[in-house]
């Protein structure tokens, strides 16, 4: 390893959580290296970030990534524009290897990869017109007749719908379940639409187009299938922490989260975690700033604490 590939900090992730920690951590006066190729990361699929201060009216998210990307680079952040393949450890020093094979060392690491949503498991997954956000991508329906669906049935598909359903001429809800597990508060404010349809009782098996999602084959637990022609469809079923790079033995709580203490430290001392990937209540642009902020400090804490 070349002292040209040694760092203060190792941070996966060039979303909001990897960006501002990069920024900060470079502003406490520590060399960061960044993992990551898209900058933003999962911001490009918000068209318009509405609800981040200090931004009258929004910013496209692609825009907010590479403004913070820029910000952070003037800091002297170094970004390697790839993929992290592998975060080992040997010793108190962190080892990351990026896609394209070159390794950097740190003696702590912040782990800001964030989560990606379930696809359904079905052939062409992700075929054109499967969306996840409905705040994001919703607006792109606005003004078509549109006949969109939701699929899932819990608090995150009752937002999904309800926000379609202001931008839709319909908005059908499919749902394995033959209840709905969103709140009551929910419920009630989707019963209260008159263009939100439910199909209880009913999964999607397949998509049905070339390019782009023209129908749902959807098949009911009672037997019987169907076709259900559809502009678009916008998945609920959950979401998977990324965290398939982290090659070390580190504590995770349901789902796969990884847990975090009062300084957001991970079970393994020097590794810490910010945004998405971690146990958190909300999942927010905001909040992973936040997050990422506060790791840069407390990593450079743990650096003055540990050296000799």
Same mark, same amino acid.
């Given at each position: &390893?070349?002292?040209?590939?040694?760092?203060?900090?190792?941070?996966?992730?060039?979303?909001?959580?990897?960006?501002?920690?990069?920024?900060?951590?470079? *502003?406490?006066?520590?060399?960061?290296?960044?993992?990551?190729?898209?900058? $933003?990361?999962?911001?490009?699929?918000?068209?318009?970030?509405?609800?981040?201060?200090?931004?009258?009216?929004?910013?496209?998210?692609?825009?907010?990534?590479?403004? %913070?990307?820029? =910000?952070?680079?003037?800091?002297?952040?170094?970004? %390697?524009?790839?993929?992290?393949?592998?975060?080992? =450890?040997?010793?108190? %020093?962190?080892?990351?290897?990026?896609?394209?094979?070159?390794?950097?060392?740190?003696?702590?690491?912040?782990?800001?990869?964030?989560?990606?949503?379930?696809?359904?498991?079905?052939?062409?997954?992700?075929?054109?017109?499967?969306?996840?956000?409905?705040?994001?991508?919703?607006?792109?329906? *606005?003004?078509?007749?549109? !006949?969109?669906?939701?699929?899932?049935?819990?608090?995150?598909?009752? =937002?999904?719908?309800?926000?379609?359903?202001?931008?839709?001429?319909?908005?059908?809800?499919?749902?394995?379940?033959?209840?709905?597990?969103?709140?009551?508060?929910?419920?009630?404010?989707?019963?209260?639409?008159?263009?939100?349809?439910?199909?209880?009782?009913?999964?999607?098996?397949?998509?049905?187009?070339?390019?782009?999602?023209?129908?749902?084959?959807?098949?009911?637990?009672?037997? $019987? %299938?169907?076709?259900?022609?559809?502009?678009?469809?916008?998945?609920?079923?959950?979401?998977?922490?990324?965290?398939? &790079?982290?090659?070390?033995?580190?504590? !995770?709580?349901?789902?796969?989260?990884?847990?975090?203490?009062?300084?957001?430290? !991970?079970?393994?001392?020097?590794?810490?975690?910010?945004?998405?990937?971690?146990?958190?209540?909300?999942?927010?642009?905001? !909040?992973?700033?936040?997050?990422?902020? *506060?790791?840069?400090?407390?990593?450079?804490?743990?650096?003055?604490?540990?050296?000799?």
């Amino acid at each position: &390893m070349t002292e040209a590939n040694s760092f203060d900090i190792i941070i996966i992730g060039t979303g909001p959580a990897g960006l501002t920690a990069a920024l900060y951590g470079q *502003r406490l006066g520590l060399r960061c290296v960044v993992f990551g190729d898209i900058p $933003g990361g999962n911001l490009f699929m918000v068209d318009n970030l509405a609800n981040f201060p200090g931004f009258p009216g929004g910013i496209p998210g692609t825009e907010w990534g590479v403004k %913070t990307f820029q =910000q952070a680079q003037i800091e002297g952040a170094m970004f %390697t524009m790839a993929r992290l393949e592998s975060l080992e =450890q040997a010793g108190n %020093t962190f080892s990351g290897t990026d896609v394209n094979g070159m390794r950097y060392s740190a003696p702590s690491a912040i782990v800001a990869s964030g989560r990606v949503p379930r696809r359904l498991p079905v052939a062409h997954s992700e075929m054109k017109g499967v969306n996840f956000c409905s705040v994001c991508d919703g607006p792109l329906f *606005r003004g078509k007749n549109a !006949t969109l669906a939701v699929v899932g049935s819990d608090n995150a598909a009752a =937002q999904h719908a309800l926000t379609l359903s202001g931008i839709a001429d319909k908005v059908i809800v499919v749902y394995r379940s033959h209840e709905l597990i969103m709140d009551a508060a929910h419920r009630e404010r989707i019963a209260s639409q008159d263009n939100i349809d439910l199909m209880p009782g009913t999964e999607v098996t397949g998509y049905v187009g070339l390019d782009l999602v023209e129908a749902l084959e959807i098949a009911a637990s009672s037997g $019987g %299938t169907e076709t259900l022609s559809v502009d678009g469809v916008f998945l609920a079923i959950g979401w998977t922490p990324n965290t398939e &790079m982290i090659k070390l033995p580190v504590e !995770t709580i349901d789902g796969g989260y990884l847990k975090t203490d009062g300084k957001l430290m !991970t079970s393994i001392p020097g590794m810490f975690a910010a945004g998405d990937v971690r146990d958190t209540d909300l999942y927010q642009v905001l !909040t992973g700033c936040a997050d990422g902020a *506060r790791c840069a400090l407390y990593a450079s804490e743990f650096i003055k604490r540990s050296l000799p």
